[in-house]
């Protein structure tokens, strides 16, 4: 029994051990090839190791569109997007899960419906609302879809529903009101899922190209997903130059998810929620 265990432990270090290697393959192959000449990084046969490293590369990437200004609207858009879904979310979880009123599960059943409608289908409408709005080309019309999540809702109002009502009965008994009742025992109680919705609202607001993509056609309002689209050519692309933009790109959402990947498994965790 013992033997067969240890060969079945094994086997599945060997297989997480492969699959790990083809995850990390891409990324060290983009900054291999953030340091390589224009003709180098398309030489055949490959190599992983540049002959002569190019650190120039990095610095080239300003010739070609105002790649600090991108990084900056980014990293704004993603903090307020994040820290206005967490309030939005973290409001309506408390109201779904502790709050009691007629049609309150058919309302968040109907809530949940929502997520079963891609993004796509409402781009059109939402674009059309923007504009109707004179919200195109401005750092609100990035932001404001964003702030609203049924799965941020619905993370969080799963890990609320554990939270013992005696505890709410026992506040209200000494006259806090919801809002008090809010902030100083649901917000506290609920921080490792908060912290990992925080990742997940962040992390999606960074690599989201498409709605920045229609509702932005200002540079200086452009987030760096889109300026690093600009990287590609009609006729020809310097891969060296942006394999390093993806570098730039990628380093803060590596920094992020390094120091807070423990409270995104202890976050779902404690969530309940599967998947």
Known sequence: ??????????????????????????????????????????????????????????????KYFPIY??????????????????????????????????????????????????????????????????????????????????????LLRQHITTIPDTLLEAAFMDGASYFKVFRSIILPLSKPSIAALSIFSFMATWNNFLWPLIITSDTNIMTLPIGLSKLQGRWATEWNILMAGNVVSFIPIFIVFLFASKYIIKGVTMSGVKG
């Open 1 to 62: 029994m013992a033997r067969r265990n240890l060969i079945r432990d094994a086997l599945a270090h060997c297989v997480l051990i492969v699959a790990a290697v083809v995850l990390i393959f891409p990324f060290v192959w983009m900054l291999s090839g953030s340091f390589k000449d224009s003709l180098e990084v398309v030489k055949m046969p490959p190599n992983l190791i540049p002959e002569t490293f190019r650190f120039s590369n990095y610095t080239e990437i300003t």
């Open 69 to 154: 200004r991108f990084l900056a609207n980014s990293i704004a858009v993603s903090v307020v997007t994040t820290a206005l879904q967490l309030l939005v979310c973290a409001m309506s979880a408390f109201v779904f899960a502790k709050i009691r009123f007629k049609g309150r599960e058919a309302l968040f059943v109907l809530f949940l419906i929502t997520m079963m409608i891609p993004m796509q289908v409402t781009m059109t409408p939402l674009f059309i609302v923007f504009q109707k709005l004179n919200l195109i080309d401005t750092y609100a019309g990035l932001i404001l879809p964003g702030i609203f999540s049924a799965y941020g809702t619905f």
